[in-house]
């Protein structure tokens, strides 16, 4: 009994100290630079979007992988993934390529919601994941905001 007590208040500074180990890094920021079709062999299409990481810390960021997704006005629209991404040096940026395959029913109901509603702004919410290695917690970014098609789509006047 008294043995397992000791093993326990032991694997509790274990704990404890591993978790102060973990440093605290600031956060990158990611904005999107560049978004093109892709060719597809299938029926859904394929997109890449490339993606601006700034890292306003003094560590490097040796990119294990990332995941994001994008949701307009609600619906999960893209959703992807990478992995073996180049690594940002310390107070630098660089650039990253992900590439995605629309959510169909998101899309859908992005669609249907644009013909019921007719609203002029649309509501955007970008997340990204990035993992940056076992002994570092993930990093979490998101950039929301809202665009009116006007300003996407040239006018015809």
């Not at 299409?45 to 949701?71: A, C, H, K, Q, S």
Request: charged share 15%; net charge neutral.
């Amino acid at each position: 009994m008294k043995a397992l007590l000791v093993w326990s208040v032991l694997l509790l500074f274990l704990v404890g100290g591993c978790a102060g180990l973990q440093p605290d890094l600031p956060k990158p920021a990611v904005s999107i630079s560049g978004f093109k079709m892709l060719p597809s062999n299938g029926i859904v299409p394929r997109f890449e979007i490339r993606m601006r990481v700034v890292n306003t810390g003094r560590t490097p960021l040796d990119i294990e992988g990332v995941v994001y997704t994008v949701e307009l006005d609600g619906n999960r629209i893209l959703t992807g993934v990478a992995k073996n991404l180049p690594v940002i040096a310390a107070y630098s940026e660089g650039n990253v390529t992900v590439s995605g395959t629309p959510d169909l029913f998101g899309s859908l109901g992005f669609f249907q919601k644009m013909v019921q509603e007719r609203s002029d702004g649309i509501a955007y919410n970008i997340d990204v994941a990035i993992d940056v290695g076992t002994f570092y917690p993930t990093i979490r970014t998101s950039k929301h905001g809202t665009f009116s098609l006007s300003d996407v789509v040239p006018s015809t006047e």
